[in-house]
Structure formats: structure tokens, C-alpha cells
């Protein structure tokens, strides 16, 4: 059990980053349907390019130091995906996920350092936050879909 204790900052570091990596295969499907191929190829590519000079870093630095460089560039390229991929959806949509991520990573970063009974209602709390939000998601897409059926089956 001690021997983990150790690896303990370095989860919570790279915690931090999960909410804009379950963003990212949303955004891909995004740029995907809308026939943005090309970039999403090209974001990946940069991503993982990016990602294994940094961890080329860990010949030169302690473990922390390379979570905490993995993680601030996750961070960094996440939003700036996401700003590009969704700007032509406005920035009403732009700045509500950019605060759900912001609180989405916060309850989990805290949660991991919190007390038992703490740490779950943390964790609660976020999963609550993100159902809302897809949500909030379905609820805009959903009815466009329908109309756009009927008016196809309407022209036929």
C-alpha cells in the first residue's frame, strides 16, 4: 500500500485533464458530420505528435514534472480544439462547455483529494453536471432531427 502513495500527485495531476479528453471523440464526431475530416486527422495528429515528444521529456525529468507538462498540454490543446471545432456553432454552446469542463474538472480533481464520504458526493455532484449537459445536448438536437425527417419525408 505504500508504494502507491507516491503515484497518488501524479493521478490527481493528469486527473485534471479527463474532462477535456471525453470531450474530444464529441468533437471528432462533430467534425466528422460535418465533413471536417481532414482536420480531425490533422488535430490527431499534432495531439499524439506533441504527446510522445513530451514523453521523450521523461529522460530529463521526475514524474510529476511530466504529468503536470502531459496534462497543461492536454489541457491547452483540448480548448483550443474545441474553440476551433465549435465556432461555428456560436458562443453561447462555446462558453457553456468550456464551464462545464472547467467544473466537471474541478469536482474531479477535488473529489480525489477529499475524504471518503466527501470524495463521493463529489463525484455525484459531477456525474449530475454532466447528465445535465447531455441533456441540455439531446434536447437541441433532438427536435432538428425530427423536423428534418419530416420535411424529407414531405418532399418524397
Known amino acids: 500500500p505504500t508504494d502507491w502513495r507516491a503515484a497518488a500527485p501524479v493521478a ?4 485534471a485533464s479527463l474532462p477535456i ?13 460535418n465533413k471536417q475530416w481532414w482536420q480531425s486527422t490533422l488535430f ?11 514523453a521523450l521529456s521523461l529522460a ?5 514534472t511530466f504529468a503536470l507538462l502531459l496534462t497543461g498540454w492536454r489541457l491547452l490543446f483540448g480548448v483550443v480544439r474545441m474553440v476551433v471545432v465549435l465556432r461555428s456553432a456560436g458562443w453561447l454552446p462555446l462558453t457553456l462547455l468550456s464551464l462545464s469542463i472547467a467544473i466537471s474538472t474541478a469536482l474531479l480533481s ?6 471518503v464520504p466527501y470524495s463521493y458526493i463529489l463525484l455525484t455532484v459531477a456525474a449530475a453536471q454532466a447528465l445535465v449537459w447531455l441533456a441540455m445536448l439531446a434536447r437541441r438536437a433532438l427536435p432538428n432531427r425530427i423536423i428534418w425527417r419530416k420535411r424529407k419525408r414531405d418532399a418524397i
Not at 490527481?12 to 486527473?15: D, E, H, N, Q, T
Not at 490527431?44 to 513530451?54: H, K, P
Not at 530529463?60 to 510529476?64: N, R
Request: charged share 10%; no cysteine; aromatic share 6%.
Open 12 to 15: 490527481v495531476v493528469m486527473l
Open 21 to 33: 479528453r471525453l470531450i474530444a471523440p464529441v468533437l471528432e464526431g462533430f467534425q466528422q458530420s
Open 44 to 54: 490527431n495528429a499534432v495531439e499524439t505528435l506533441a504527446s510522445a515528444l513530451i
Open 60 to 64: 530529463y525529468v521526475d514524474l510529476i
Open 110 to 115: 477535488s473529489s480525489a483529494l477529499s475524504a
